[in-house]
Structures are given as structure tokens and as C-alpha cells.
């Protein structure tokens, strides 16, 4: 069993979960990184990796960054992710098992969705354990699919980063899924320009319907635009990437963005503001944690709406600060938490 302690991307994490069963043949890591200001909250990716050690590091990175996800967003939970790295044939039964793998965490983590699960996989975990979320809810209250908060919150941070209006402005988005679709959406509405890349055939199509301009996948970040959104994976800013970067202002639903911490630093000596990816993308676990605390559908859009402001604060901070704005960001957490430690 790999030794997460040692690893180099633990960070004081609370505990790691492996989950799984060999007759379904599934397998899976659960991450805990803080259960500070309540119930670990993060996604289920499902996904395949070279090694297993690159599935840990994933799920050691992601569920760091929920913490500091939700903790910015002033959310009464904790940050944890689970990374399901191989998924056996009856998938329904794979959630059900791992539900009941959730449910013996104790309510120490709270499963929704992420890249690779859906809905229905959240409703196989839910009959093994209420610890889950992202299932629709009826009569208002908050509840289901979160994409579509994750693309309104960025919407409105793209909206407010481009002086409140987007009509005529070009807006290359990289990845047309869930987010980035829902993205290309709210933007095509309001009279955006769209470019767009997208490795699967299906979800580039569905954006072509909106009337995006296709680009090739290696070429969109250097794409002249008035804003990049980069919403497929993580790490897409990079050395490889930042000095052909074609727009002064990055702004996307993507997690950890930043390939490493001096790529921030890297694009602010470029004179490219970066939107820090987990303040704007708060808005699929607000509604995931306004289901779990019975919160209604109005609660979650009041706070989404709060993003593109606390966005400007943090871009203000930093400013002021000389810091980058992922430096502010991260700052304005850990004082957050020291505070939460405190009390
Ligand atoms: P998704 O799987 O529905 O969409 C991702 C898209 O990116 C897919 O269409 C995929 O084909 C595409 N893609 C993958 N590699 C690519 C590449 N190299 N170039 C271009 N496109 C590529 O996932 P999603 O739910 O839309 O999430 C997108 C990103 O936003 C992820 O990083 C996710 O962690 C993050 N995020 C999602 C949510 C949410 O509510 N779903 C919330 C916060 C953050």
C-alpha cells in the first residue's frame, strides 16, 4: 500500500481512505485534508492514471484544494476528494460498495460529483450512506448536478473581470464539458465571441451549436482572446503554456490551474491577470454543501453570486499586497483557518 505520509504532495492531510473490491474490480482513494471547519467536502473523480502513485497525488492535491475552496467560500465544510482510478463493469454496484465505504468513514467526508460521475452514480451511493450529495431535490430546496452553478459562478467572474458586460468580447474556453459548456451557454446568451477546444468529438459538437469557433486543443490557450477559461484539467498553466499565453486575463472552472506555485509568479511578470481557479469555481459545492446542510436553491444563488465580488477583493489584495492573486487568496484561508483552530 503506497505510504501517503511521505509523499511529497501530504500536507498535515487528516487521513486517506483506500476503497475498493477486488471482485467488482474497482479501486479508489478517499482524501481527507481538513475537517476544520466541518465535513470533508469534494467530488468523486473517476479517472485513469499511468500509476497508482499519480491517482494519490491527485487525490492529495484535490482534496488540499478543497479545503481552501471551501473555506474561501465561506462554507461550514471541510476539504476532502475521493480519486476512483479503476472502475469495474457493474458500475452501480462499484458506488453502491463504495457508498458503504463512505458511510464507515462516519460522515468525515461527503461525496459528490466530479469529473467521470454522474448523478445516477451519486444515487448508488446513496443507498448505502447518507453522507453523499448532488441528488435533485424537489420544492426549491438546493440539490442535484452542480456544473451549472460551478459555470454561473465563473460567468459572473468573467462578466465582472471584463467591466460588467461581455457582448462582442472573445472568450477562448478549453474543455466543453459539464462547466464548460454550461460556460459557453451563459456567454454565447450574452453575446460573447466564442473559441473553443475539446478532446471529445460529442462535447466539442454541442459547442459548435452555439456558433464556437473551433481550435486546435495544443493551440487554445495561445489563442487571441480577451479572456482564457481553461476548463478541462488541472496544471494546463505551465511553463510550456505561460509564455504563449494569447489573452491578458485567465479565468476558468478548472482545479489547480497552476502547474506549480512560480507559474503564478510567471504570469503576473507576464502582466496576465489569473482569476485563482478554486475562488471562481466554488459554485458546484456551494450547491453541493446547501443540499447537505437543507439549504434552498435561493441560498446557493445568493452565494454564488458573492464569487465575482470576493474575486475582486482577492485580485485588490493582492495588488495592495504585492503578492500574486493565488498567493492572496491562499493567505486569506490559512487565516481563515487559524482563526477556525482558534476558536
Ligand atoms: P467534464 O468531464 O464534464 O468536462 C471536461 C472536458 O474537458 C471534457 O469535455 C473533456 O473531453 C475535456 N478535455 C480533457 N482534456 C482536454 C484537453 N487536453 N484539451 C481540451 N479539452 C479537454 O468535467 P467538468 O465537470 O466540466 O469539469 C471541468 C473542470 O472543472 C475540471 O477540472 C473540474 O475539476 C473542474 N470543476 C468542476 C466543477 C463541477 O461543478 N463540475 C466544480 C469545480 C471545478
Known sequence: MMNWKSHPSYDGHEDVVFVGDEGLGFAGIVAIHSTVLGPSGGGVRVWTYPREEDALTDALRLSRGMTYKNAMAELPMGGGKTVIYKMGPDRGACFEKFGEQVQAIGGRYVAAEDVGATVSDMRAIARKTSYVSGIPKEGGQAGGDPSPWTSLGVFLSIKTLLGGAVQGRTIAVQGTGAVGLGLCKLLADEGAKLLVADVNATNLDRAKALGAEVVAVDRIHAAKADLFAPCALGAGLNTTTIPGLGAPIICGAANNQLATEEDGARLQARGIVYAPDYVVNAGGIISVSAEYIGETEAAVDARVRAIAPRL??????????????????????????AAAQRA
Open 312 to 337: 475582486m477583493k482577492v485580485l485588490e489584495t493582492a495588488k495592495a499586497e504585492g503578492l500574486t492573486p493565488h498567493q492572496a487568496a491562499d493567505r486569506i484561508v490559512r487565516e481563515r483557518l
